[in-house]
C-alpha cells in the first residue's frame, strides 16, 4: 500500500487549505485513514481520523470545529479540510493508513504512512 499527500503549502492565518491523501495497492474496502502532524521541535500528534464507510470521524481538540476530515471510497482518498487556520497550525501533515474499521487515533496503531505535506500557516 502506497500513500501520496498533496495540497500542503502557504495561508495566512485565518484561511482555508485541503489537504488530500491518496492511496494505492492492495486495498479492500476495510481501512481506517488518519491524519497526523508533526511541528519543528515536537512530537507526531494525532490530529484527525474517519472510520472504514465515513461514519464515524474523531478529531483532537485543538482543531475540532476548524478541521474536517471526509473520504471518498471510490477514489480511495482522504481528504482534511482546514479552516481557520492558525500559526500553530504550522506542520508537516501525514496520512496513515491502517486495514482495520477504525476511528483509530494511536499513530503506533497504523502500518501504512504518507510522504508528508507541508502546511505553514502565516501571521
Known amino acids: 500500500v502506497q500513500l501520496q499527500a498533496s495540497g500542503g503549502g502557504l495561508v495566512q492565518a485565518g484561511g482555508s487549505l485541503r489537504v488530500s491523501c491518496a492511496a494505492s495497492g492492495r486495498l479492500s474496502s476495510i481501512y481506517v485513514m488518519g491524519w497526523f502532524r508533526q511541528a519543528p521541535g515536537k512530537e507526531r500528534e494525532f490530529v484527525a481520523t474517519?472510520?472504514?464507510?465515513?461514519?464515524?470521524?474523531d478529531y483532537a481538540d485543538s482543531v475540532k470545529g476548524r478541521f474536517t476530515i471526509s473520504r471518498d471510497n471510490a477514489k480511495n482518498t482522504v481528504y482534511l479540510q482546514m479552516n481557520s487556520l492558525k500559526s500553530e497550525d504550522t506542520a508537516v501533515y501525514y496520512c496513515?493508513?491502517?486495514?482495520?474499521?477504525?476511528?483509530?487515533?494511536?499513530?503506533?496503531?497504523?502500518?501504512?504512512w504518507g510522504q508528508g505535506t507541508q502546511v505553514t500557516v502565516s501571521s
Open positions: 474517519i472510520n472504514w464507510s465515513g461514519g464515524v470521524t
Open positions: 496513515a493508513l491502517d486495514r482495520t474499521y477504525g476511528p483509530l487515533k494511536e499513530s503506533d496503531e497504523y502500518d501504512y
